[in-house]
């Protein structure tokens, strides 16, 4: 089956610092891709639509100069938080469409910001 | 908007014993619904989906799952739980008037075999 692949897969970096996180399809094209978050124990939350060529539809609430997101080929997106603060600290994980009804998943990233 | 509800954030059975993860769902269009298999630290499997074929999904490891209609569920089974079935089950659902590849998630059954 199609995979998408998430790098890293775990980082942690010092608070005020921005944190950048692809998403590749590596062997389809994704015009689209989703990025979502999950705190521990909890569900993922759908963040964003990564749309190739054109800018992001962010989720009602999330910051979206904060959650800095391109998508500039068709088998790349990159989410990138600015100025991290430990309250950024989850688990990010990508999505990028089936050719039917639902989506492949990354691995996810560990982001911990101390 | 469509909406998963997952009942129960945890359930724990006895290895070999029945599994049985609810899942009621909100969709004012047929929906698309999904259950996902999330081990620590890692993204997530698909297990099955439904996509109005057939009502009753086989999906991998042995799990199905039946669309109700009337009831608005659709409720995960495994008729003998193993050990290794030890994780986090999330249900979902899409449908096609957006992107039937938006997907939103239930909140997540934390699912324990116990020996």
């Known amino acids: 089956g199609a995979v998408v692949s998430q790098h890293p897969s775990w980082v942690i970096c010092k608070s005020g610092t921005s944190v950048k996180i692809e998403c590749r399809s590596l062997?389809?094209?994704?015009?689209?891709m989703f990025w979502y978050r999950q705190f521990p124990k909890q569900s993922l939350m759908l963040m964003a639509t990564?749309?190739?060529?054109?800018?992001?539809?962010?989720e009602q609430g999330v910051e979206k100069d904060k959650f800095l997101i391109n998508h500039a080929s068709l088998t790349l997106s990159t989410l990138t938080v600015t100025s991290a603060h430990p309250e950024d600290s989850s688990f990010y994980i990508c999505?990028?469409?089936?050719?039917?009804?639902?989506?492949?998943f990354g691995q996810g990233t560990r982001l911990t910001v101390v | 908007a469509q909406s998963v509800t997952q009942l129960g954030s945890h359930v724990s059975v006895s290895e070999g014993a029945l599994v049985l993860l609810r899942c009621n769902y909100s969709s004012s269009v047929p929906p698309y619904l999904f259950w996902y298999v999330q081990y620590p630290n890692q993204g997530l499997q698909l297990l099955l989906k439904y996509t109005s074929a057939a009502t009753l999904v086989k999906g991998i490891n042995g799990f199905e799952a039946e669309f109700k209609k009337s009831e608005t569920s659709f409720h995960l089974t495994k008729p003998s739980a193993h050990m290794s079935d030890a994780a986090e089950y999330f249900c979902a659902v899409s449908d096609d008037l957006s992107s039937a590849s938006k997907i939103i998630f239930g909140s997540g059954t934390r699912l324990s075999i116990r020996p």
């Open positions: 062997d389809f094209q994704a015009t689209t």
């Open positions: 990564s749309n190739e060529g054109s800018k992001a539809t962010y």
């Open positions: 999505s990028a469409p089936d050719r039917g009804p639902g989506a492949f």
